[in-house]
């Protein structure tokens, strides 16, 4: 590194303002300390800082609020006014609004078609679109932005989370950082930044892929431990203590919300409630007995209809 920045300052001196400053001039020799020993030590510290702060995002947190942490991060970061997330959808051949900082979801479009739009563009070409001026860009179609968030300028980010498992497929979509003023230009170091940036989320999906993977398997472990306590056992197994056990377990795995197990009188006539989740009785109604014909799901279950 030191021996590029070298060269980076021999280039500085063939510009035509700094020719009048002899090449043997301790100018230079102060410059070179100047920018290895403060200046780049500075901006490493400050970037380092801002790339851990995107790896430090809480991975328990929905897809969607990662996007938007990562937008929020990349906004402060810029010194931008806004950030919206945008997610391809290969069935409808569209970008889909996923998120945005700050959160403005009823202001923007939910879709973007891929022909004729900025995002279109940077996702089939994999590289940055830059507008200096969205009121000169024919490609920006809703002028309003200008006038609803006081957004001029905008930076066009692609980004992409690779697969997990076999069966997935890459997630790609577009990060659109906006900035307030007219005819900005764009530096090549923040435009690197941003793409650095939005890189990191691919490593911040695949650390939530693995906790979750984590949990799982402890769930997986401690279901089966506790199926064959109960099956080690002199009592026998019912199926209501089977259900008690197992389901809050794979409660939050499969996102369960209400369940609820039934038995069927042997006439064929009620169906009584055995046991329910969350464990509520004012709610399930433990014990309570139903007529079979009273709900058709379950007549279909037990065969009674077709």
Known sequence: MF????KRIEDISENDWARSVRPDDVFWTRMKEWL????LPEFVYRF??????????????????????????????????NASVRIYDPDADQLLSFGSWPQEEETRETHISLENSIAGDVLKSGREFLVPNIMKEDKYLDKTIVERKGANSLLAIPFEIPTFFPHERSTVGVIQI????????F???????????ANRLGFVIARKKILSMQKVNVKK?????QIFQKLGSSQ??????????????????????????????SDRNNVVLEAGYPDSTSYHGIGKSFPINS?????LVVGLKE
């Open 3 to 6: 021996a590029d920045l070298l």
């Open 236 to 265: 026998g197994v019912k199926m209501k203590d089977i259900f008690n056990r197992i389901i809050p377990e794979l409660a939050d795995i499969v996102n369960l919300q209400y369940c609820a197990l039934f038995s069927v009188s």
């Open 187 to 197: 530096s090549p170091l923040e435009v690197r930044m941003a793409r650095l940036m």
């Open 178 to 185: 906006y900035f307030s003023q007219v005819d900005r230009s």
């Open 221 to 225: 472990e401690k279901i089966v431990r």
């Open 36 to 39: 290895n020993n403060i200046i």
């Open 295 to 299: 709900e058709p799901a379950f007549e």
């Open 48 to 81: 380092s800082n801002e790339i851990d702060e995107i790896i430090r995002i809480d991975p328990d947190l929905s897809e969607r609020e990662i996007l938007e942490n990562v937008a929020m991060q990349m906004v402060q970061s810029l010194e931008a006014i």
